[in-house]
């Protein structure tokens, strides 16, 4: 049986902590019932203190805090319930929650984060150069702030030894399920998703993702690009005229423009025109080709393409699965 301590912090998300704990109990329910030992014991732990009160009217009792000594075998970190303002400030705030992570680990300890829970573990340092995952949310700030962890911003989990992150929301739970997998049976891992209606075997989380620009830098001329894109990209505009709003050489924009953003200036320029044709669909605007149109490409089989490497759908599929009440949904 792996001992597993479930972090509770001020500020966690308290639907992810009984979400998590619900899945684990239920793995343990299903070994039972199937003749095999539970292969959990799960215990609620404090950073400072035993009981935490939420900003939901929920207080969460722990066994104990992370001052008292005691061995276990995973520590689970969940997501946080804050403003995006305030990740300095409980960063700062538990700044022994990461001192304490960092010792369990060196003394072999298995650690999950779950969505926004990554926070702790990149400020650990315990991710870099590793591949970690997220809430697609954050990730641009994620990208920022901790330049040397390998970000997979459409990953549902990653997971490198004896650490597994999960993504964003209620998806994170696939790492659970994963990690359920690992140490117990896939025929319970298979069940549990289905008992929780969870989509079992899902690896991507890219057709959640809304694209809203990647701002959080300070190169004013890029900032004045993205924007001319922003307003522009339903015409045929090239990375020539882009550069030359800015008073840039092709090469130089490219080079600057991809340092500030992450992404080359057609990366950008397809993520801006894919992110209008989602919303076009959500609203039952035209058709396919309509739609394709409008977004300035002339040709639907291109348009599919990029439509699909960057959500994961067809253009169609997500039309159908997200225009609502009209397509008789």
């Known amino acids: 049986m792996k001992h597993i301590s479930l972090i509770i912090y001020e500020e966690v998300l ?13 793995a343990n ?16 732990v404090g950073v400072r203190h035993k009981t935490i009160p939420n900003h939901l009217p929920v207080h969460f009792s722990c066994s104990r805090t992370i001052s008292e000594e005691f061995k276990t075998d995973v520590i689970i970190i969940p997501p946080m319930s804050t403003d995006p303002t305030r990740v300095n400030n409980l960063l700062s705030e538990n700044h022994l929650l990461i001192s304490w992570i960092k010792e369990k680990y060196e003394k072999k300890a298995q650690l999950i984060s779950l969505c926004t829970g990554a926070y702790f573990l990149a400020e650990s340092g315990l991710l870099d150069h ?17 330049p040397l962890i390998h970000f997979k911003p459409d990953h549902v989990l990653t ?47 890219s057709i959640f993702a809304v694209f809203s620009g990647q701002r959080l830098h300070d190169d004013q001329e890029i900032h004045k690009a993205q924007s001319y894109i922003e307003e522009t990209f339903t015409t045929d505009i090239s990375v020539e005229q882009i550069a030359g ?30 992110e209008a044709a989602k919303k076009a669909f959500e609203n039952g605007e035209g058709n396919i080709a309509d739609v394709t149109y409008s977004m300035g490409y002339n040709d639907l089989k291109t348009f599919r393409t990029v439509f699909k490497r960057i959500t994961g759908l067809t253009p169609v599929d997500y039309r159908n699965k997200y225009r609502g009440q009209e397509s008789g949904l």
């Open 245 to 274: 709003e800015v008073n840039m050489s092709r090469r130089n924009f490219i080079r600057r423009f991809k340092n500030a953003t992450r992404l080359n200036p057609i990366e950008y320029i397809q993520r801006v025109k894919v």
């Open 29 to 44: 329910e299903s070994a039972l019932k199937k003749g095999v030992p539970a292969p959990f014991e799960i215990e609620f």
């Open 130 to 146: 590793r591949p970690a995952t997220s809430h697609w949310g954050v990730m641009e700030d994620l990208q920022q702030r901790y």
């Open 159 to 205: 997971y490198s030894p004896s650490i597994i992150t999960g993504g964003g929301g209620f998806s994170s739970l696939n790492a659970m399920l994963y990690f359920i997998e690992q140490n117990s049976s896939k025929e319970i891992s298979i069940e549990l998703s289905k008992l929780y209606a969870l989509d079992y075997g899902r690896t991507s989380q």
């Open 14 to 26: 308290s639907t992810a902590v009984s979400n998590t704990a619900s899945l684990l109990m239920s």
